[in-house]
T-cell receptor, first 113, second 113 residues
Framework: DGGITQSPKYLFRKEGQNVTLSCEQN?????MYWYRQDPGQGLRLIYY???????QKGDIAEGYSVSREKKESFPLTVTSAQKNPTAFYLC????????????FGPGTRLTVT | AQSVTQLDSQVPVFEEAPVELRCNYS??????LFWYVQYPNQGLQLLLK??????LVKGINGFEAEFNKSQTSFHLRKPSVHISDTAEYFC???????????FGTGTSLTVIP
């Protein structure tokens, strides 16, 4: 089945540690996105990528980094510079260009203590 | 740029009653419109989308939405809700020239037995 996988489902880290969230898609989509979700705030865009080896900052990129070395993979690193990293993280992908929707992964819940 | 406003953060409704979840958007260009549903600790799933043509669009699980260009609205409706419809609902917009999606802050629908 085609889709987006995110691993792990739950992730626990100590404050001050960097952590990398995995996102893989086998839909052959050009664009991939990372969102952060906090209660009552909807989805906020962290980074997105339209092509391999290129990505753009979203609204809340500070404290995060990404890479896009392969079309199907878009890992997100939450660095120790992120002030409040505990959140639900969603990865998505979409066909470009045109009238297409986003497909979402199941999400990773990150807890930093 | 585009923006999306979901006017109700929480909507309680009795089982088998009708429901309307409101969504208004702002954009200076033509847009594509989407409604997504999110169950607890899961990713988002597409309910329906408006790309062009008929302003009334039907989606999964008995939901439908009507695009109103003059009022810049895209309200979601269901004539009779079930307990299983309890979830978070997000309205989203994408311009016909851009690759970013803009989400509302979500509406939490609670179906009361």
């Amino acid at each position: 089945d085609g889709g987006i996988t995110q691993s792990p489902k739950y992730l626990f880290r100590k404050e001050g540690q960097n952590v990398t969230l995995s996102c893989e898609q086998n839909l052959n989509h050009d664009a991939m996105y990372w969102y952060r979700q906090d209660p009552g705030q909807g989805l906020r865009l962290i980074y997105y990528s339209q092509i391999v080896n290129d990505f753009q900052k979203g609204d809340i990129a500070e404290g995060y980094s990404v890479s896009r070395e392969k079309k199907e993979s878009f890992p997100l690193t939450v660095t120790s510079a992120q002030k409040n990293p505990t959140a639900f993280y969603l990865c998505a992908s979409s066909i470009l260009p045109g009238p297409y929707e986003q497909y979402f992964g199941p999400g990773t819940r990150l807890t930093v203590t | 740029a585009q923006s999306v406003t979901q006017l109700d953060s929480q909507v309680p409704v009795f089982e088998e009653a009708p429901v309307e979840l409101r969504c208004n958007y702002s954009s200076s260009v033509s847009v594509y419109l989407f409604w997504y549903v999110q169950y607890p600790n899961q990713g988002l799933q597409l309910l329906l989308k408006y790309l062009s043509g008929s302003t009334l669009v039907k989606g999964i699980n008995g939901f439908e939405a009507e695009f109103n260009k003059s009022q810049t609205s895209f309200h979601l409706r269901k004539p009779s809700v079930h307990i299983s419809d309890t979830a978070e609902y997000f309205c989203a917009v994408r311009s016909n020239t851009g690759n970013q999606f803009y989400f509302g802050t979500g509406t939490s629908l609670t179906v009361i037995p």
